[in-house]
């Protein structure tokens, strides 16, 4: 009797899946957070081996939404003078 030790194929794309859900969710967490494309950093979270390439820039990206508003005490503060 042979034993198969390869993994199967679906077993490791689930296991992937796995993995990518909860960066899936911190994606989008920090896309609403930052005033990103919500939807593109939710699908790139989804995928499975760019999820974990991705992570990274996700977490350093600047945020948007501070970025405007720091903006706008710059120039208010610029017109006020």
Known sequence: MEINSDPS?????AMFAIYSIPIAIT????AKEKG???K???VLGCLPIVSFIC????????NLQLEK???E?????TNSN
């Open 27 to 30: 994606a989008y967490k920090l």
């Open 73 to 77: 005490i710059i120039s208010r503060r």
């Open 69 to 71: 508003k720091i903006d």
């Open 9 to 13: 194929p679906i077993l490791t794309l």
């Open 55 to 62: 992570l990274p820039f996700f977490v350093g990206a600047a």
């Open 36 to 38: 990103r494309n919500v």
């Open 40 to 42: 593109l950093w939710t």
